[in-house]
């Protein structure tokens, strides 16, 4: 477990916000080292991509392929590599249609969604506006049933607030179709959490859980006093120029070209077509719809230092353990590759679509891919395969095979929901 660590926001952080928009980079590349546990720390090449192997796009390609031949419609990725693009995709789009599924197609990006939510809370850290290991309570008095849950336990998912969406999908399709056009408040959706005991006392475990991302929304819009779309607009993808990105909740629809959604039953049946939903279920936790370019500029930009000070980026990567391959930081995941390297980024999961977003720690190399299915174990799993294709090269001969371990299918989902 990390030990709470309080660094302080700094005053200069505001006029540091508007030299972001003139693309000043900090150096992040000291503080990041700093946050790093020592198991992946590389003492003077933390920042060196060019040691990081040739990107194996022959096998990135089969592991989208793969994952088409497992039940996902379509699968894609982009990896850019300090400053080239390589977009890889198999499948369609559409169903109905036969679209070819294209990198330049928009989806729901699901819980990378948390990234951005952390991200805005952070620079508002820097501003001086909010302290990490204050109690949640102190911005928003009586919310939480324990004092003692700071924004950092939210942040990290150690809060022990039970996540919701456990009982909301325990049948998939139903679950799905019950919410799909919901409006939910915020409060409404901690209230539902609230029904059940904190699972572990503030701090003392990390379990994933969708309500903390809810807090951090409230968090968001109490200390802006504008709303969460307005913040991911005014910090985030306007500075960074995302025109594939956007937070429409609670608009249905996906602007633009995009892929549709596909939701398989619990039982073998037919698709779901589940493109068009509020997200309302998820909102700060997992709303945002994107593209395989923004995410892979959003990762890169944050790793460059664009986004927020050094201090904070530090803050953000100190890593509670999640298995031996896995750490979380402030709403930012580590997965340590087979090749020894570890990247930096977040997955995600709503109806219809798997998402994998992942940066190297000097921000120059990324890849995100996606596959419009869901609710499929097996194809989670696969798309692992993406990050070492992009980051590992061409595997060595005599290894049989890449795949992670199946704690993959539980990665976005609490484990109560999570099909075999
Ligand atoms: C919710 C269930 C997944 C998805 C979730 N996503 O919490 C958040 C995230 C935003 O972390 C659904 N699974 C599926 C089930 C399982 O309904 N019974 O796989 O589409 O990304």
Redesign the pocket.
Known sequence: MVSAMTVRGTATWGVALLSVLAVTAYDATAAAAAGENSRTARPGSASATDTLATPDIVGLREVLRTAVSQGAPGAMARIVDNGTAHNVAVGVADRATGRAIDNVDRFRA?????SFSAVVLLQLVDEGALELDNAVNAYLPGLLPDDRITVRHVLSHRSGLY?Y?ND?????VP??EAVRNKVFSYQELVNLSLEKPLGNAPGAAYS?S?TNFVVAGMLIEKLTGDSVSAAYTSRIIQPLNLRDTSYVHPTTTIAGRHAKGY?PP?QPGALVD?TEQTVS??QS??AIISSTRDLDNFFSALFRGKLMSAAQLTQMQQWVTVNSTQGYGLGLRRRDLSCGISVYGH???????YTYAFTSKDGARTVTALANT???GTVLNTLAGTLESAFCGKPAKNLMSRSTATVEQY????PG???D
């Not at 990665?411 to 609490?414: C, F, L, R, Y």
């Open positions: 699901g819980s990378v969604t948390k996540d969406t909301m999908f325990a049948n998939t679950g799905f994933y969708n939701l619990d589940s279920w998820a936790a997992g997955t995600g999961t709503v109806q219809g679509y869901s609710n499929n990665e976005d989902i609490a929901i999570a099909r």
